[in-house]
């Protein structure tokens, strides 16, 4: 790989024309995936992948001008520390936020990247011309901040972000919450039983990994199966069952990795406090994200929670 301050004057402004047309087919992809639920979104991108397309073409016509037909084949994965771009425009359910945040770097960090590059380069003609990219680039952010002004009014906007959080809702918080709850409540009983049968912390945490990971998985495999998100618009099943299964197993191991410590009574009363501190994270969530009364939240969460751990600590004990 080449460094920068190793181009010539005709691969820097190769490099300009190649990174405007990816920037440009970038935009035009963000554009496409939004079109229909965020249709101010999609508009703003493809105004802005067109201003993409015009720098490109007047890169092009100073380079024939200056260099002739023939041009250098030199895009940014040639050249050592140059900006890479994240590929979130390869996902299927482009969140809107992650989409506007991904476009604000592209045109902070060519920016920034162009006017670094100009600092350490050696050779004046190369250092005009990233100086003169680097001026580009600042406008290209303005440019931005002009489309989004025009094309996302307050109540557009406000519109989008709203659709933008209820997906967040459905795909990620709610399939979460299932498995956090489930984790957190219904591996309590085997758990607790386990330790209070044979007060031995070692038994606990072999119970406890075992029903944590086991229901873990059997709640992945119910979420990812149980909806293809097609009609109720939840997205893919396959990253709903990561997510449930995942929060089922902290939620379990929360409070099983306390009988690590050896003195059982220190271990279970660490892990009690670890579920209280379950519980009221599941409450906060359902107050946050599904518009619940917190006391609400609290008592039904907890009054839950309190039944299953006496039921594990009465069985342990009979």
Known sequence: MKRVKDLTPPE????AISSEEE?????MNFAHKLRGEYDST?????EMAAEEQDHKNMLLDLYRKRFGQQMPYITRQDVRGFMKRRPIWLMDNLRVDAVRRQAEMMEIEAGNFYAHAAEHATDVEVRKLLGDLA?????HEAKAAELEHKNLPMDARAREDRESQKMFILQIVQPGLAGL???SISTLAPIFAAAFATHSSHDALV?????SIGAGISMGITESVSDDGAISGRGHPLIRGVVCGLMTMIGGLGHTLPFLITDFWTATAVAGVVVAIELVAIAWVRWKYMETAFTSAIVQVVLGGVLVLLAGILIGSA
């Open 12 to 15: 820097v402004l190769a490099l």
């Open 23 to 27: 920037d440009s087919q970038i935009y």
């Open 42 to 46: 999609a508009q703003m991108f493809e």
């Open 135 to 139: 001026l580009i680039e600042k406008g």
């Open 181 to 183: 709850i489930d984790g």
């Open 207 to 211: 119970v406890g990994l075992a029903a």
